[in-house]
Each structure stands twice: as C-alpha cells, then as structure tokens.
T-cell receptor, first 115, second 117 residues
Framework: GQSLEQPSEVTAVEGAIVQINCTYQ??????LSWYQQHDGGAPTFLSY????GLEETGRFSSFLSRSDSYGYLLLQELQMKDSASYFC????????????????FGQGTTLQVKP | DAGVIQSPRHEVTEMGQEVTLRCKPI?????LFWYRQTMMRGLELLIY????????DSGMPEDRFSAKMPNASFSTLKIQPSEPRDSAVYFC???????????????FGPGTRLTVL
C-alpha cells in the first residue's frame, strides 16, 4: 500500500489555474510532498503538507485530505516557465523507526503551459 | 552552499564496463539518497543512507549495483558489469533533520546521465 496515482499529463494556458491531483494508499502515512522537475533538470522541492488543509506559497498551493487519501497541487497565474513535471511523494514509515525520510514518488504529471 | 554535487554529469560506456557515480551531499545533511529515473519506471529510490549507514537498499536492482558512503561528505554508486538497461539518469539527494518538514525536503543533485552501449 505505498503507491501514488497522479494524471500523466495536464495542459493549460498562460494565466490560468491548474490543479494536479494525487491519490495514495494510506498505510503508514506521514504527509505529502510535491516536487517540480524541468526537462533535463533535477527535482526541486515545492511543498510538504503534514496536516490536512491548504498550504500556500506564492502562486503555488498544496492541499491534503488524509481522510480522503487525496491531495493536490494548485498552480495559479500560470506562466510558461511552469511547464514541467510535478511529482507527489509520500514519506515511508518503517516499523519501529517512524518517519525515516525515505520518499516514494508518484509517476509525475507533465504540465504543458500554452500561450 | 554549492548544493549536492554529482560527477560525472554524463557517462557513456560499453556493456560490461564498470561505472562509478559520485556524490557529495550538502554539508550538514545526515541522509543521502540514490535514485534512478527512466521514462518507463519513473523516479525509483535505489538506496539511502542515514549518518553514513545504509538503511534501505531494497531498491537496488541486483548484485551488479553497490553503494558506499565512507564518510559524511562522499558517496559512490557502482555498477559492475554495466548493461544497456542500466541507461538512465541517476540522481543523488540529501536531506537534514530528524522530524517535521525538514526530513521530507530532499535536495537533488544535477544527476548523472548514463548511457550503456
């Protein structure tokens, strides 16, 4: 029970709002992280939701509902530079060790922003 | 800080050759992670270390892969012998903290693009 599901592709236009969903299995759940990866680059950390609710950081917001096993990343006022892949990731709990820092990543959602 | 440093950035080798990838984590970070990324399999965790000790190597594909962390500032991932299916981008990442958000924020290096012919 450690998989995360997210859409493979999303397309939106500049200035729009887009929501990237992530659903997951609930065993040993500690929270949900989001990473951004531009083509040819390295993943970079965007946000971490430890508790239910909305976390806002500039144009990006991340939401978590643990009861629904669901989270999303919301990108507002889209810009061309937001074209990238977005990964949700969850920490893995090891019995007796708690949160180890190990992350399991979803397959990623490729966001294409069009003019 | 220079961030996570990886070398080489690109490696092209022939099947059967030994490949060694290197990583220098961010100073002060106590966890180090090796990932492999391909189009087919996405981002896979191969192995991770905490305080230089391997904690979980369940993601290492097979005995051809090995990783070491002799000290807090250096780690290697070795493939011997290499095969074409090992072609991928290999990322090293590090993180700090023992609880809360910090433990979940990983800083990735630029990656090593490996091509095995």
């Amino acid at each position: 029970g450690q998989s995360l599901e997210q859409p493979s592709e999303v397309t939106a236009v500049e200035g729009a709002i887009v929501q990237i969903n992530c659903t997951y299995q609930t065993s040993g759940f500690y929270g949900l992280s989001w990473y951004q990866q531009h083509d040819g680059g390295a993943p970079t950390f965007l946000s971490y939701n430890a508790l239910d609710g909305l976390e806002e950081t500039g144009r990006f917001s991340s939401f978590l509902s643990r009861s629904d096993s669901y989270g999303y990343l919301l990108l507002q006022e889209l810009q061309m530079k937001d074209s990238a892949s977005y990964f949700c990731a969850r920490p893995v709990r090891i019995h007796g060790s708690g949160n180890t820092g190990k992350l399991i990543f979803g397959q990623g959602t490729t966001l294409q922003v069009k003019p | 800080d220079a961030g996570v440093i990886q070398s080489p950035r690109h490696e092209v080798t022939e099947m059967g050759q030994e490949v060694t990838l290197r990583c220098k984590p961010i100073s002060g970070h106590n966890s180090l992670f090796w990932y492999r990324q391909t189009m087919m399999r996405g981002l896979e965790l191969l192995i991770y270390f905490n305080n230089n000790v391997p904690i979980d190597d369940s993601g290492m594909p097979e005995d051809r892969f090995s990783a070491k962390m002799p000290n807090a500032s250096f780690s290697t991932l070795k493939i011997q012998p290499s095969e074409p299916r090992d072609s991928a981008v290999y990322f090293c990442a590090s993180s700090s903290g023992t609880s809360g958000g910090a433990i979940n924020e990983q800083f990735f290096g630029p990656g090593t693009r490996l091509t095995v012919l």
